[in-house]
Each structure stands twice: as structure tokens, then as C-alpha cells.
């Protein structure tokens, strides 16, 4: 059901912002995602200032979590063992402010103007509210926030006051730990969203405040991972606070004064924090170290400003001509760089710094969704992901001997580099992280030409990985390579044999370790890198004339596709076993391999695999309407390729899934991104040169976006007929388009392009009844 596309009057179509004008109970927590603020390393989510009018406020560090030990009923050898969560740390944005007596609340004031908005081209968010007051003032409140970048712990809120007449205002700022507040764990009824921790987490170290400041420190129960906050507040008119109080769990500053009409009064709150793991320093006052990255609002507020604007120069992706769509899209792709821009050496959480959904875990999604984008907009973030993996090649390595195979094995879901599933078979089963890590590691290389990273750590990457594949996989009496006991991207076919996304990743993944000039590699480990990859098994149903998503895929019962709309996802009303007998498919798998993988499949047998395949995917995973919508786009399937991109582009805005309020999801918007260049400009890369083969949708006027490639600035537009290249910063480049090699320098290529026939849809043997495209969309 369609949320912020349904009603334009409320939130008007702006191409830079997302804007509310009419504030309406209901779906708050969806809208504290929608207008959460982040910088890849502090997250703070939308929320209004005033608690009763929040339902999930909070904010959150980039991999500061606590650890518990995973109690399973029945335990075997090798389960995940170390549960991980992120913490809410101890939230900033509480403001309480009472007016001539009256607490103001949008649940119980009478309010006569709302505006509240996000600005992508700055970061800042405000939200403007004009109340009537029972005393018969007319107030006006405006709450401004941003997150520093170049000082990335940073928040900075200011909060101003306007009135018509002199009023008594009582405004209390407040700092409230939010881990630890009693609150329902949705996660007994819905696995995706994050559980709650039965005892304390956050243990006081220190509580300090006077005179407007406030310096606290709080360490968790089990991690030992500190988190230091420093407060600091500035008004307008040099009021001195009436009170300052503080308190492991709320802590504030109070102000009690007159305003007059002429003369608005504005707050002005300053916030650092800073995380620390609990190897560091133990006397380390974490408080301390917030305080030395303390910052002026206005200095925050201008950082913010000054990211942005380079930030939209290289990332911006303009679709002419689509007003709706081109404010999704920047949506999403703000949503990017709140993700990512200061992450640093980390993974990147599944919701980023939105909200607290799948635990805070970091997933193969970063290096499949994300790294295709930041290896293009931001090589550098690109590059500090990897580094994060490689820093937790040591308990992969581990986790390796666990599970009986050499080399290194990536945990499924992590913050700490331990194995943090404990369903194994839709978590541990799922090899192909390790290939993910690999071609992420291949295309960051082959992109940016970064040869210390290749021949250092991005090595090791390939080759621990390569080990592992040809440990897990065997020769088999057809002389073939095979690798079973695996489950795939598609959960709902669970630990198969032969899965073919696995098989031709894995495939890859062997190929580029044994291209490597490395002393590490042994000549006759080489050739068994080869050997297998060569005679890797790629199941393929001779009846269906198409590749098989694994061995016995193609022998499953067909699901019921007369199911009820209400009975998706799938996995919230079936047990799994139900769902693992049957041919139904959560998100693309084999697709993803022939997008990834494009190079190793005609374009007859990727048409054959969409055909079969799309049908029988429900979209239960955000990760999929992306993915088949790149695919339809190179097929030649116009409108099916615009309809999933439409959906992957409103997957937040709208709320599809439900569950948008536990935060944004990243991977969707990594999704957008690539399906906008790899889909409809037809990019791939990972060969001789760049290649584009363009889908211009025939509503879109033009696309336009940049790519930063092998120290160059490329510029690509698209109209109907044409894609013009420019190299806007540095030398010549050699680019592919349909079949015809270009030296791209600093004059614009335009290079003609003919329309794309649609073929017509493959006619299988025989079939049943399947739920088509339209009908899974309309019920969305």
C-alpha cells in the first residue's frame, strides 16, 4: 500500500527534500526512519522533539553493540555462539517545553501550521510548528538538526521559540538512554526486526553536569564497548539554566523564562560522542574524548552544508522528465551517503544508522548492493569496507576450522566478526559471502586500479576465499566440480546441492585467485583453482531448456499462488520447512548470477532464466525488485524493468514491506543506484574496458550521472537516442558501447543508439499458474 507517493498534498513532490505539510497519528515510526539523519558512523532518527509524540526514537554508533551467548534448545557443534546487538545510545533529541503551563504536544495542543522537511542538498532537517495556545499565544517552534561530517560524532540541534505576545516558557533539554528503557521486543513475532536484552546494558562511568553542560559515560554489561557523550547549550538571550541535572538514564538542562513578541528564543545544543572498543585504553575517560570533539552548531551545520555540496557533484543522477521518481531517487541516494560517508573502517549495517533492524548485523548486502557504489561515487569507502573484512580475516579463519574447510569463512551476520546466526540453514549455509567479498574485492581493483590494495590485502581476500571453495566443493564421478550442503541469496530454498548463484560465484571467485601473481600461491594449488572453476556444475533442466536454481530445483512442488496478498512475506506465516518443499522463491538467485556473472551467459539464456524465474518470485526480500528489474531492462522487457525499479525506489517511501520503521533499507538504496546505471545505462565492468549497453526507458526524457573509474571523472548521459560521454577530470579513457570501443577525453563522445526490440517471452513446455508481475505489485 502506497505511503508517501499516495498523497502529494501532504508531502509534495520537491526535488530536493522530503517535505510533510499535515502532521496525521498513525505512522510516526515509519517517518522517524524516512527523516533520520546519518553520517555512516552516528545515526540519529527523525523523531520529534517532544516524547509523546515519538514511537521508536533513538540514535546509534556504527558497530557499538552488546554480546550475549546465543541459547539454542537443541545445540550442536559449530552454532553461533556470540549474539550481537546494536545499542541505542543515550539520545540527544528530547526536548520538553511548556507554555504559560501548557505542555506542548502534537498528540494534545491545538497546532494551525506543520511543515517539517529533510533537505538532501544539505543535510538539514527543520521542522516548523505553529500552535495555538490555550493561554491565547501564538507560538511557533522550529527544530533544526544536522550531523557534522568532517567532525563525524557531531549532532548539532538548535531549537527556536517565536511568539505573538509575551509568554512563561519552561524548555527542558534532556539526554534519555534509550537502551535501557522497557519497551516491547517486537522480534518474538517478526525475525527481521531487533530483540531486546532482558538486564542493564549500559553501566555508568561517569555522570557529570553543571551549569548547561553535561559529560557522561556509560559502558556496556558484556561488550565492555564505552560510549562518551559532551553536551554543551547556548541560548540566545545568555540565559543561565534553572537546573541542570544528571542520571544514568535522564539527564537534563532546564530553562525558565519570559519571552517576549519581538524577541524569539533560540536553544542551541551542541552533542559529541565517542565509542570505544573495550581493547582500548581502560582509563580512557570516553566522556573526555567527546569532549574534544565538541563543535559550535553553526560549525556542525556548516560541515553538513559543505559535504553535501561535493557530495551531489560526483553522486547526483538526474532522470528528466520524472519529477516523482527524480525525488525518490535522491531519496535513496541520500540515504547512501548517510550510510556510508564517515563510516571509516567498518561494515555497514543492514539498516545503516536508521534504526535498529537486523541487529545493527552487517551482511553480504555491502559488498553485492553497496560497493558497486561506493567503488564508482567514493572509491575510498569502497576501499575502508574491504579493510573492514580483512581486519576479521583472523576469525574467519577460525570459523573455517569450525566448519571443517580451509581458508577463511565470513560470518553471515556480524558487528564483531563472529558468526552472529543462529539458523544456520539461511545463515551460516550461505558460502556465498565469500564470493561477494571477492568480487567486491575484484571490481574495487579493476575500477580503480589500485595496485598496493591488489597486491596486499586484497589478495589475501581472494585467496583465503579461493582456499575455502575448493575445500567445500569436490570432484565428483562426472569429473565435475561440485559444492553442496548450501543455501543461496534465495532463502526460501534452503542447504541444496549445486545451487547455481553459488557455483558461478564461486566459480569466479577461484578464476581470480589463481589470475594473481602472489607468492603465496603454490603452482599446483593454482591449477586446482583452475581445474575447478573449468569443470565447475551448473545445473541446467534439459525439458525447460534453462538453468536450474539448484539439483533438484526443477522437481519441487509448484506454491499455491492462489495464497492470499495477506499470507506475504511468506516467511511471517509458513514454517520454513513448508516453504522449502516448494518452488517459490523470496528474491532473485539465479538472475543475480547471470547479472553478476554477465559475461558467462548468452543473452538467450538469460531471457529463458527471467522468464522462468520472475514469476515465482514473490519480492518478500527488499533485495530483489533491483535485481529483476536490471535483468528485465537487459532482456529488452521495457515495462516490467520500470515497474521494479518503481517499486525498489518506494520500497521506504511507501512502507511495502512493513517494516520500514526498525530503518531504511541500504541495500534497496544500493539497489536503486545500480539499477538506475547498470540497469537502465546498461554498465558493466570487470572486462576490457567499461561497456555500456543502454535501456532508456521510452517515458524518461534523458538520465544523467557521474563515475569515478581509474582516476577519472566520466560523465554519461542518455536521451532516447543517443549516450554522450565526457572525461571531466583526468586523462582519456577507453569505453565500450554496443559492441564499438571509444577513446572518451575531454570533448563530449555521442555515440547513436538504436531502439531495442522486446522479444517475445518464453513458452515453456508446460507450466502452472503463476502470480504475474502486475498483480504482485498491485498488492504491494
Known amino acids: ?45 527523525g523523531a520529534h522533539w517532544a516524547a509523546a509524540d515519538s514511537d521508536l526514537p533513538g540514535s546509534f554508533v556504527n558497530g557499538l553493540h552488546e554480546i550475549w551467548d546465543i541459547k539454542h534448545a537443541e545445540n550442536a557443534f559449530g552454532f553461533a555462539r556470540t549474539g550481537q546487538r546494536i545499542l541505542y545510545i543515550p539520545d540527544a533529541n528530547n526536548f520538553t517545553l511548556i507554555i504559560d503551563g501548557e505542555p506542548l504536544t502534537l498528540a494534545e495542543s491545538e497546532v494551525l501550521d506543520y511543515r517539517r522537511s529533510v533537505d538532501f542538498s544539505t543535510g538539514f532537517y527543520e521542522c516548523r510548528i505553529t500552535w495555538q495556545c490555550r493561554s491565547g499565544a501564538v507560538v511557533t517552534t522550529t527544530e533544526r538538526r544536522a ?45 527481521r526486526r531487533a530483540g531486546r536484552h532482558a538486564g542493564r546494558v549500559l553501566l555508568p562511568l561517569r555522570l557529570d553536569g553543571g551549569d548547561g553542560s553535561l559529560r557522561l559515560a556509560w559502558e556496556a554489561a558484556e561488550s565492555k564497548q564505552r560510549v562518551g557523550l559532551a553536551v554543551d547549550h547556548w541560548t540566545s538571550s545568555g540565559h543561565q539554566p534553572f537546573e541542570t541535572r544528571v542520571d544514568q538514564d535522564d539527564s537534563s538542562v532546564r530553562y525558565v523564562l519570559a519571552i517576549s513578541a519581538n524577541e524569539p528564543f533560540r536553544l542551541e545544543k551542541s552533542v559529541s560522542y565517542a565509542a570505544a572498543a573495550a581493547a582500548q585504553d581502560p582509563s580512557v575517560d570516553a566522556a573526555e574524548v567527546a569532549e574534544e570533539g565538541l563543535r559550535s552548531v553553526g560549525e556542525i551545520f556548516a560541515e553538513s552544508e559543505a559535504h553535501y555540496r561535493e557530495y551531489w557533484a560526483v553522486a547526483d543522477i538526474v532522470v528528466a522528465g520524472q519529477p516523482v521518481l527524480q525525488q525518490a531517487i535522491r531519496w535513496n541516494l541520500f540515504q547512501l551517503a548517510q550510510a556510508t560517508a564517515r563510516a571509516g573502517v567498518a561494515g555497514i549495517p543492514a539498516k545503516g544508522v536508521t534504526g535498529s533492524g537486523y541487529e545493527g548485523h552487517y551482511f553480504w548486502d555491502q559488498e553485492v548492493y553497496l560497493l558497486p557504489y561506493l567503488t564508482y561515487t567514493n572509491p575510498e569507502g569502497a576501499r575502508q569496507v574491504l579493510e573492514f573484512r580483512h581486519a576479521i580475516l583472523p576469525e574467519a579463519k577460525i570459523r573455517a576450522k569450525e566448519l571443517s574447510v580451509d581458508g577463511a569463512l565470513f560470518p553471515w551476520r556480524t558487528i564483531n566478526g563472529l558468526e552472529a546466526s543462529a539458523y544456520y540453514a539461511a545463515g551460516t549455509a550461505q558460502f556465498h559471502i565469500a564470493a561477494a567479498i571477492a568480487f567486491a574485492t575484484n571490481r574495487y581493483v579493476w575500477a580503480t586500479g589500485d595496485t598496493a590494495f591488489r597486491d596486499g590485502l586484497g589478495a589475501e581476500l581472494l585467496i583465503e576465499t579461493a582456499r575455502m571453495w575448493i575445500s567445500l566443493g569436490f570432484f565428483g564421478k562426472d569429473g565435475l566440480f561440485h559444492i553442496h550442503g548450501v543455501t543461496g541469496p534465495d532463502e526460501y530454498t534452503a542447504v541444496v546441492n549445486d545451487n547455481l548463484y553459488t557455483n558461478v560465484m564461486a566459480r569466479f571467485n577461484l578464476r581470480a585467485a589463481a589470475a594473481l601473481e602472489h607468492a603465496g600461491i603454490t603452482q599446483e594449488e593454482r591449477q586446482l583453482w583452475e581445474a575447478a572453476a573449468n569443470r565447475m556444475h551448473l545445473p541446467f ?154 535501456r532508456l526507458p521510452a517515458e524518461w526524457e534523458g538520465l544523467a550521472f557521474h563515475l569515478k573509474i581509474r582516476g577519472r571523472l566520466l560523465r554519461v548521459e542518455l536521451d532516447a537516442g543517443t549516450i554522450t560521454l565526457t572525461v571531466q577530470e583526468g586523462q582519456a579513457l577507453d569505453v565500450g558501447v554496443r559492441g564499438q570501443l571509444l577513446t572518451v577525453g575531454a570533448e563530449p563522445v555521442q555515440v547513436p543508439l538504436a531502439p531495442v526490440p522486446e522479444p517475445e517471452p518464453t513458452v515453456f513446455p508446460s507450466g502452472h499458474p503463476t502470480a504475474s508481475i502486475p498483480v504482485v505489485r498491485a498488492n504491494n
Open 541 to 694: 533442466d534439459e525439458r525447460m531448456q534453462v538453468h536450474s536454481q539448484d539439483n533438484d530445483f526443477m522437481t519441487l512442488e509448484p506454491w499455491d499462488w492462489t495464497t492470499p496478498r495477506s499470507k506475504y512475506p511468506l516467511l511471517l506465516h509458513f514454517h520454513p520447512l513448508v516453504i522449502y518443499r516448494h518452488q517459490v522463491l523470496k528474491q532473485a538467485d539465479t538472475v543475480l548470477a547471470m547479472f553478476l556473472q554477465w559475461q558467462d551467459f548468452s543473452a538467450e539464456e538469460k531471457q529463458r532464466a527471467f522468464d522462468f524465474y520472475d514469476p515465482l518470485t514473490t519480492g518478500d526480500s527488499t533485495l530483489s525488485a533491483c535485481v529483476q528489474g536490471i535483468m528485465a531492462a537487459e532482456v529488452g522487457y521495457s515495462r516490467e524493468a520500470l515497474e521494479h525499479f518503481t517499486n525498489a525506489a518506494f520500497i521506504d517511501l511507501d512502507d511495502t514491506h512493513g517494516n520500514t520503521i526498525d530503518g531504511v533499507h541500504i541495500a534497496s538504496t544500493g539497489g536503486v543506484w545500480s539499477s538506475l546505471v547498470n540497469g537502465f545505462a546498461g554498465l558493466r565492468d570487470q572486462g576490457p574496458a567499461p561497456y555500456f549497453d543502454p
Open 147 to 191: 550531523v557534522g561530517f568532517a567532525s563525524r560524532g557531531s549532532l548539532g540541534i538548535s531549537l527556536e521559540v517565536a511568539t505573538d505576545r509575551d509568554i512563561s516558557a519552561d524548555v527542558t533539554s534532556s539526554v534519555i538512554n534509550r537502551q535501557d528503557q522497557p519497551v516491547e521486543d517486537h522480534s518474538a513475532h517478526d525475525p
Open 1 to 45: 500500500m502506497a505511503f508517501i507517493s499516495a498523497d502529494h498534498e501532504r508531502f509534495p513532490n520537491t526535488p530536493w527534500q522530503l517535505v510533510e505539510t499535515r502532521h496525521e497519528p498513525g505512522k510516526e515510526g515509519t517517518l522517524e526512519t524516512l527523516f533520520a539523519l546519518g553520517n555512516g558512523h552516528l545515526g540519529i532518527r
